[in-house]
């Protein structure tokens, strides 16, 4: 496994302290933590907006080392609360205008175009404005956006938040998706544990460090340390957990039907 | 704190509804953040609508309307203003509130959403997510409003907030008899935290339910495209598929206990 990023020794404005950790490349990181722990703030670090020297490292090259257009390539980072306003009035017009500066010949970009609207599923709202769409819609465009300059890591503020489950869910398997056509690395900072449970990878940030590291599953089992920082589990990794302690079933259980299968057997 | 909507028509809407402050309401649906706007009362829709027995005229309608406060998703920078306080100071201002220490009613209605008064003087762009989310409902009851409602207000918020959250609208609508009214997709929230349910469909009050019993009506609300919460759906099948003896529970303790007793 090759290394994406080595961070080391970390210390941040009283909010981080000595973090170390890696990321792996072409895998999807998420880091999870309670309330003000700092999620943003991290990934506006890693992501080069909050520069700091001799601590994070990117394809073995400290961030500082990278000419900044470099950087730019490499990386792409979507933060919602930073409030994007986009600049044309219409979705096919704000994709074309992005679409123009990454293709060359007309066929590529019309091509590349209807390639993003049906990946996207966004048939049906290329004729609205991009400012007025729900902000399902507007992830999307971001991230069709963000990925044409084809970077080899995106970095991603909680922008499941805002979605529904049935939009989170759409987002992860796109994500997924382009991971694996792309073999992009995605570091994604989550409130939500269901979303960090589809992850390869889960950190969790509390009191300034890092708490724990390791397989997303195997980290959420632990519900005592993480309803003490005020996470909430999601609801069949609680059941099944607080199930086991009974002695009611053997293994956790993430479908309903094979869980009630499970227990009046 | 009740408020009757009679035959109300605004927007190719209609519907009738009573809302009393006995329950915490929960609106959900596709559309809910339309009827939120509705209920605001910015506009006088067609229909007659009464506030504890007082009918709203075109006459008394800005004063009826000074004392309803939607807490929007997320809380707005106004344009000129800067930091926590001058978007207080501005709000007593805007409503001519008669405060006789501005200064500690500001502090205390911090205070209240477990937030520490040096907020004060941060800028809202520097807030967390959830620090914005509290803000935005500490500035809301400055006007001491009769009715509140919140769009979306579990957003962001970890369990701990969730649940400081859900302790101050209890209290305001125990100790002070106001009207909350909490609109959201969030089923799990509505399940755990509302007592009464109105689910929105087709621009109507498609069901007017206690939240238990709306909730477990799983295959109307499949039917009709509303999520159903896991804790729900899990004791539904337990009960269906393996005729198990055990009733639907808002804490998953009290499922496990169940669950216990009847296998």
Excluded at chain 1, 75 to 100: R, S
Excluded at chain 1, 244 to 264: A, F, G, P, Q, S
Excluded at chain 2, 145 to 164: A, G, M, Q, T, V
């Amino acid at each position: 496994m090759k290394e994406l990023m080595e961070i080391t020794n970390l210390c941040y404005q009283g909010l981080f302290e000595n973090i170390s950790f890696q990321i792996e490349q072409g895998k999807f990181v998420t880091i999870s933590g309670a309330n003000n722990c700092g999620k943003t703030t991290l990934i506006r670090i890693l992501s080069g907006q909050k520069p700091i020297s001799k601590t994070i490292k990117l394809l073995g090259m400290y961030m500082e080392e990278y000419p900044q257009i470099l950087w730019k390539e490499i990386t792409g980072v979507i933060i919602p609360q930073d409030n994007v306003t986009f600049l044309f009035k219409t979705v096919e017009e704000e994709l074309n205008y992005t679409i123009h500066l990454f293709k060359k010949t007309e066929e590529e970009k019309k091509e590349t175009y209807k390639e993003i609207i049906k990946k996207y599923k966004l048939t049906k709202f290329q004729k609205e404005n991009p400012n007025d769409v729900s902000d399902f819609i507007k992830i999307k465009i971001l991230l069709a956006e963000k990925l044409l300059g084809s970077p080899q890591v995106l970095f991603l503020d909680d922008i499941c938040e805002m979605l529904e489950t049935k939009e989170k869910k759409e987002i992860i398997n796109l994500l997924r998706t382009i991971q694996l056509e792309t073999g992009i690395s995605i570091v994604m900072v989550t409130r939500d544990l269901n979303v960090a449970l589809e992850s390869d990878y889960l950190l969790i940030i509390d009191e300034k460090k890092i708490l724990l590291t390791g397989e997303p599953l195997t980290i959420i089992e632990k519900d005592n340390v993480l309803n003490k920082i005020g996470l909430e589990l999601p609801f069949m990794i609680d059941l099944s957990v607080k199930l086991r302690d009974y002695n009611l079933v053997e293994k956790t259980e993430l479908d309903i039907d094979r869980m009630v299968d499970n227990i009046w057997k | 704190m009740e408020i009757k909507l009679q035959n109300i028509k605004a927007d190719d809407w209609e519907f009738s509804t009573t809302l009393s402050s006995e329950n915490i309401i929960g609106i959900t649906g596709s559309e809910y953040e339309k009827l939120l706007e509705i209920l605001r009362l910015e506009k006088l829709p067609e229909g007659n609508i009464t506030i504890n027995e007082t009918e709203v005229t075109p006459e008394n309608h800005l004063d009826i309307y000074k004392t309803i406060s939607i807490i929007e998703k997320d809380l707005k920078k106004i344009n000129y203003l800067n930091t926590i306080k001058e978007h207080m100071d501005y709000i007593i201002n805007y409503y001519h509130l008669q405060i006789k220490n501005i200064e500690k009613k500001e502090k205390d209605s911090l205070k209240i959403m477990g937030l520490d008064e040096s907020l004060l003087e941060r800028n809202i762009t520097t807030l967390s997510s959830s620090e914005r989310k509290k803000v935005a409902l500490a500035i809301g009851l400055l006007s001491n409003p009769d009715i509140i409602i919140l769009d979306d207000p579990f957003k962001f918020l970890d369990n701990k907030s969730r649940k400081r959250m859900i302790m101050v609208l209890q209290k305001l609508k125990e100790q002070f008899h106001k009207l909350i009214i909490i609109g959201t997709q969030d089923v799990d929230c509505l399940y755990q935290y509302t007592n009464k349910m109105l689910f929105v469909k087709n621009r109507r009050i498609f069901l007017e339910a206690q939240t238990e019993e709306g909730y477990e009506r799983v295959d109307y609300l499949k039917r009709n495209g509303f999520p159903v919460p896991e804790r729900v759906l899990f004791t539904y099948k337990a009960i269906k598929k393996k005729k198990a003896k055990i009733e639907y529970h808002k804490d998953i303790r009290d499922i496990i206990k169940d669950v216990y007793k009847h296998i």
